[in-house]
């Protein structure tokens, strides 16, 4: 069974079928929205430290990191971020750009194991990016597609996925260190796209052995009351392997679906977590007096 | 893929892969509440006419009914509480006893393709269950437990369904008329009851192509928050293949879970049952006026 270790000097977050599922945190990321964006390029860099912050007190297990800021020098201003980010919390990162000298330039400067994200089954980009990930001894998030563009036949994702595990391989780079984002796409478009993302899962499981991860929201784009179908898709992909998602912790009915499945899937052991989120206060407990009542806090909603 | 039909004089449900997670109304059930057994062996039915209307407007699509009163006249009663419901509501009922002459009473009775519930893998329940199940032409749930009791490896539990499956075929009746319920242990004593049900259900669909359900709440007996697991439970199970639950239709979160699910499973064509229940209403629309807002009913908990 794969076991993807990441790490930060001081904190080791391993990704694998017998470990909570890993909340990989995406709010560090400028891309669509246009106020980050102009923050980033004028060097101000407060949002980033506040987003920080907020995941991990939300429970975050890693923070995704993207500079994607259009006709910035975006190899420095990711390296800029990292170093922000590393100085703020223990957090691994997760280094996502689609410009390869910025992933080089964010490997450069981070101080850990980082995820990086990512590769594709396009030769250009397998022969780029897998270079880097093995120069640096990092993991690699391998999206399923390849020229050809995104196939709709899941028989093709997972071919492709098969293809960037096995080339990974020829770079020195072991199975358990890619991470296969099997592409889902939004179900409003596509009807088949969930059971499609939970066969390919079942299978990258079954028969290679290997982590996978998705964009957690874009299953439910359009759609009224996004969060329930979001933490639902969730949870329904851990039960058929998936072990991570790159989503956003600020939001409690995910997060709630992710902590529901750890349960369900036995990695909460004696639901400790579980419990310990969600128990009721005890009336007149160890905090009340002898009245009692107004010792009892509610603790449904605490951290 | 196994399609197990069931029906109402008026009404027909079918339980199968592609279709929306069946849900059995767990309500007309007096074990464990001593007020509605007393009201029962009184001869007063006035909360069967309540939940059984109360669940059909929740959205239930069949009804369990149990009428397993202790020193009562548990055959005539049974049959009583189907006639009633039956004037009452055109869902198909899933008739439950452990007593088989209750089963027989009730089976005489209904009119329409009812589920039995339940046989199991004893040699006694298999020998006096199924012939009845034949005689009427019924569906029926079956128990994977056998003289040993019930295995706490899920290997050992698919044999015991696949051998049921196997005997009724012996009694003419087709595995596409057995729903089997693997057992859900509940999670907070067993941390593998989960994964354990997942992998059966999974097992079950793919090899043998039957039908699945289960008594939906047991999974979170004795935990905090148990609406949220149950949901979860659902969703999850659904994916691996489970088809249907006997449960409780009152509880928003679990139906939201299985709304969610058949979404992401492709059983809500368009999704358009998902956009009707959580559409958010159109500011100053069709009911509004020129000043709008006083229109806009949020529709969020509509029926």
């Known amino acids: ?41 004028a060097g101000d ?16 297990h890693m923070l995704d990191v993207n500079a994607g800021v259009p006709l910035a020098d975006e190899p420095k201003l990711l390296a800029q971020c990292i170093e922000l980010v590393q100085s703020l919390c223990d957090l691994p990162i997760c280094i996502d750009s689609s410009i390869i000298d910025a992933l080089e330039a964010g490997l450069a400067v981070y101080k850990g194991r980082p995820l990086v994200n990512s590769v594709t089954g396009e030769d250009e980009s397998l022969e780029r990016v897998l270079p880097l990930v093995k120069k640096y001894d990092a993991a690699v998030v391998a999206i399923s597609n390849d020229e050809t563009g995104i196939s709709v036949d899941p028989e093709v994702r997972f071919a492709v996925a098969k293809k960037i595990v096995e080339r990974a391989q020829d770079h020195g780079i072991k199975p358990e260190d890619v991470v296969v984002d099997p592409l889902v796409m939004p179900i409003g478009a596509m009807g088949t796209a969930g059971r499609q993302a939970f066969e390919i899962v079942y299978k990258l499981r079954k028969e290679l052995g290997v982590n996978t991860t998705c964009g957690a929201s874009n299953v439910s784009f359009g759609l009224p009351n996004r969060h329930a179908l979001n933490a639902h898709f969730l949870a329904m992909a851990s039960a058929c392997g998936m072990t ?60």
């Not at 980033?48 to 912050?53: G, M």
């Not at 909460?268 to 206060?281: A, Q, S």
């Not at 007149?284 to 009245?291: P, S």
């Open 1 to 41: 069974m794969a076991r993807t270790i990441l790490a930060s000097p001081n904190k080791e977050v391993i990704m694998g079928f017998d470990q909570p599922f890993c909340i990989i945190g995406e709010r560090l990321n400028p891309t669509n929205r246009k106020s980050f964006m102009a923050e980033l390029r």
């Open 45 to 60: 860099f407060s949002r980033v430290e506040r987003d920080c912050i907020a995941q991990v007190e939300a429970g975050a």
């Open 244 to 303: 991570s998602a790159i989503m956003n912790p600020l939001h409690e009915e995910e997060m709630a679906g992710i902590k529901a499945a750890d349960v369900l899937n036995g990695n909460d052991p004696d639901c400790m977590r579980w419990i310990m989120k969600y128990r009721e206060p005890v009336e007149g407990g160890e905090d009340g007096g002898a009245g009692g009542r107004r010792g009892g806090r509610r603790r449904r909603s605490a951290a």
